[in-house]
């Protein structure tokens, strides 16, 4: 079955479920029922009633007793006065049709579920419940209608549903799987990172393991932008009102924004109610785009200096709900891994295919090699929302697509998804379950030149406006980690594990030698770390291998006697007595080759 006929399907079975909820548990206010990635759901309002995971055994045998009725899916279409005497006892519907009536639709339509079950409805839908294949109820969460916290929280039931039942048992086991792989689950347990209200919600704070990590890929990424013909720069977390005025974020982006601190006073000096006496008002940053470019134009610049490529590392706020916040994968404040690129028009493509070469060749040093590529282009019948002007675009959009097509890559085309201000290519990697993650992106900016009226003087002494482009490679550190801790399980490639070898002792006596081994590992700069606690060694063993160490190097009297270490190899077991200087070339050389 296709995409379009699962959502179809996947969507008929979301108002199957509220027809079982209406039969169940009589007075229920429906409020809407989409399909999601992976399935459906349907926010309800329950009263006083409270659902829980022990509820929905009932409700999928409900369904599954409708579903066999073989009742048919009957579209009606109504005017709204109609419309909205049908569903006068249903508040959130009738908030839906008031808000298509300020759309200027005149009628709206309705689909009835045999005579059981009628819903507010735009389609389609199946014929007949006959053709419901396979379905399962997944949870039961909390959602404010709307998304807005300021609204009343509703019950929110998910759901998934395929054509056949070897897909649904596929996607349950990787459900299974996926919550043994939850970053959430095995950051608490390798003491990698902490998200803690006291500090503030979608901020997380690095212990030292995870903050090694982060300093090894920073690291890595560093070497790797000098060695590809980039500069770094630094900006700053906040910016000037105006800043943000005259880059458009202040009117197209508040969405995004945190509203404005009043610098120009203490803290005291607000707390007192005091006026500041110069009004300065600074916002968080969203974005690292505007510093890059003021930076440009600090001076003239000439077409012998272009292309520039400058990077830089900088964290940026971004407005999430609450409830939207999950791990390290959504977050309030985030580092991107940032890069623009100034050039002339005739660079531009040269400079495409150099990006699309470091895209593949990062995500291939951290092991994702399987990729998905959409470009997203203008919506041509809705011109007027975009910057820049035909000329600019139709040049854009083609050399992306000679880019993509010469690079090989698997790409889709997604007309309409493109940014107001410019194309882009966004890369989805697919983790070892087949996910996808939003990662990698390469975007054209025709908005922010113009604003800031960017120039150079071209070969002929006369001003011309650059491009930009924006680049990013893991997106941002910190859901890039989050997407490595599950595509792994947290057994991270020797090169990234925090701690690379850890040592242990059999007994008191070769404490000392233990430590010899510690420093001649660090010496060459291999991360290890001590056991020498009063327990036994199979259970240092055990918790080592927990914590998925690379390396386990157990040391008794016959190590010390041949200046050895008794190896143990994550995932391949007891590898045997190694020379200790071996162990260490060997070592290096596959830290080298970031294995």
Not at 60 to 69: P, S
Not at 240 to 254: A, K, P, V, Y
Not at 276 to 303: D, G, Q, T, W
Not at 482 to 490: K, M, Q, S
Request: hydrophobic letters at 35%; a neutral charge; glycine letters at 6%.
């Amino acid at each position: 079955m296709d995409r379009e006929k699962l959502d179809i399907m996947r969507h008929s079975v979301s108002h199957l479920m509220a027809a079982a909820v209406k039969e169940l548990y009589g007075d229920v206010k429906f409020a809407i029922g989409p399909t999601i990635e992976d399935g459906f759901y349907y926010d309800f309002d329950l009263g006083k009633k409270t659902l829980s995971e022990q509820d929905l055994p009932k409700i999928e045998e409900k369904m599954k007793e409708i579903a066999k009725q073989n009742l048919k899916f009957e579209r009606e279409e109504l005017k709204i006065a109609d419309a909205l005497k049908k569903v006068n006892d249903q508040p959130y519907k009738q908030e839906l049709i008031k808000d298509l009536e300020k759309e200027g639709e005149k009628k709206v339509s309705f689909y009835k579920l045999g005579n059981i079950f009628e819903d507010l409805c735009k389609g389609p839908h199946i014929k007949s419940t006959k053709e419901i294949g396979v379905f399962k109820l997944l949870r039961v969460s909390g959602a404010y209608w709307r998304g807005d916290e300021r609204n009343k929280m509703l019950q929110r039931i998910y759901g998934t549903a395929f054509e056949k039942q070897k897909d649904l048992d596929n996607y349950l086991k990787m459900l299974e799987e996926a919550e043994k792989r939850d970053h959430r689950k095995i950051g608490k347990e390798q003491e990698l990172f902490l998200i803690d209200k006291t500090v503030g919600l979608g901020l997380p704070m690095w212990f030292p393991k995870g903050a090694l990590i982060w300093r090894v890929m920073e690291e890595f990424w560093y070497q790797e932008h000098l060695k590809n013909g980039y500069e770094l720069v630094r900006s700053p977390h906040i910016g000037s009102r105006n800043l943000w005025e005259t880059s458009g974020h202040w009117g197209f982006f508040s969405q995004n924004m945190y509203p404005s601190l009043e610098v120009g006073q203490t803290l005291e000096d607000a707390k007192a109610a005091k006026k500041a006496e110069v009004k300065e008002e600074y916002l968080l940053k969203p974005m690292n785009c505007p510093f890059h470019v003021i930076l440009y134009k600090a001076r003239p610049r000439s077409y012998r200096e272009l292309p520039l490529r400058w990077a830089e590392c900088g964290t940026v706020y971004r407005y999430e709900k609450a409830g939207e916040l999950s791990g390290l994968t959504r977050v309030r404040g985030f580092t991107q891994d940032d890069a623009h690129i100034i050039c002339s028009k005739k660079q531009v493509k040269t400079e495409l295919l150099r990006v699309a070469d470091f895209i593949t060749h990062m995500l291939s040093t951290f092991g994702f090699k399987d990729y998905n590529v959409y470009l997203s282009l203008r919506d041509p019948r809705n011109k007027e929302k975009y910057a820049g002007n035909d000329e600019g675009w139709e040049f854009t959009e083609k050399i992306m697509e000679e880019v993509a097509d010469e690079k090989k890559l698997n790409y889709k085309k997604e007309l309409g998804e493109a940014a107001f201000y410019g194309p882009k290519l966004d890369y989805k990697i697919k983790d070892c379950l087949g996910r996808e993650w939003q990662c990698s992106t390469l975007q054209f900016d025709f908005n922010l030149p113009e604003r800031f009226d960017m120039k150079f003087v071209n070969d002929q002494g006369k001003e011309e406006r650059p491009y930009m482009l924006h680049r990013a490679l893991f997106g941002s550190f910190e859901r890039f980690i989050g997407v490595l801790i599950e595509h792994y399980a947290g057994a991270l490639p020797l090169w990234l594990s925090p701690i690379q070898a850890r040592i242990i002792n059999v007994g008191s006596a070769h404490e000392k030698y233990c430590q010899e081994v510690h420093e001649r590992l660090l010496k060459d700069g291999i991360r290890s770390e001590l056991d020498i606690l009063n327990e036994t060694v199979g259970n240092k063993i055990r918790k080592a291998e927990k914590e998925k160490i690379p390396f386990i190097l157990v040391v008794g009297d016959k190590e010390i006697a041949a200046k050895a270490v008794a190896v143990r190899k994550r995932g391949e077991g007891d590898k045997g007595p190694q020379d200790l200087e071996k162990f260490v070339d060997m070592i290096k050389k596959e830290i080298a080759e970031k294995k």
